[in-house]
């Protein structure tokens, strides 16, 4: 996987957890340089650790994999995207439910979210297994862009609204679909 591909994985898979970070920014009546640091390194944090975790568990079962590692990232990427594109939509239909609680940024709080957005992560790292990609270059530079993207959502989120968030998911998602279209043309040509 060539280094563009790479960091556009990166952006796709932040962009749930930039939306949420700008959800959180939107939520909140108050923002601290610790709110917004806590967010982005938990999210970043999450973020950068499932696909190794994902890759690890995929490499058990490498030799099943491998011959059909293409499907496998187009499926798995292609379901990911999709989920973003539905989220996005379910979110724009009723942006009345996104604020629920009044202190967002407890550390309880931002684990949960941060596993919450990070689950596609896991699957991105058995794609990566499946393609035998480098999970260490990978999953560095996916922490690294979800932890300055959740830093700039929470201002955005202050500044700008709940319209930018549902946005980015849309987009992260058609972007993570051609991103699996890609990965299963190379290998069938």
């Known amino acids: 996987m060539d280094i ?17 970070s700008v959800t959180n920014g939107i939520c909140s009546p108050k923002i601290t340089r610790k709110n917004v640091f806590n967010t982005a390194f938990t999210f ?13 568990l995929c490499r058990s079962f490498s030799d099943i ?12 990427l292609g379901a990911i995207g999709i989920n973003l594109i539905i989220e996005a939509i379910k979110e724009s239909k009723h942006p009345e439910g996104v604020c629920t609680s009044r202190n967002i940024f407890t550390a309880k709080n931002l684990v949960v979210q941060g596993f919450a957005t990070s689950i596609d992560a896991l699957a991105v ?7 035998d990609a480098s999970i260490t270059t990978t999953s560095l530079l996916i922490g690294s862009i979800t932890f300055f993207c959740c830093a700039l959502g929470v201002y955005i989120g202050r500044k700008f609204g709940l319209l930018l968030g549902i ?5 992260g998602g058609i972007l993570l679909i051609l991103i699996g279209v ?8």
């Open 4 to 20: 563009l591909t790479q960091i556009l994985l990166g952006f796709c898979l932040a962009t749930d957890a930039f939306a949420v």
């Open 44 to 56: 970043g944090a999450f973020q950068g650790i499932m696909p190794i975790l994902g890759f690890t």
């Open 65 to 76: 994999i491998s011959k059909y590692q293409h499907f496998v990232a187009l499926f798995l």
């Open 125 to 131: 790292g058995v794609s990566l297994a499946a393609i």
């Open 167 to 171: 946005r980015a998911r849309l987009g």
């Open 182 to 189: 890609k990965i299963f043309i190379e290998n069938i040509i």
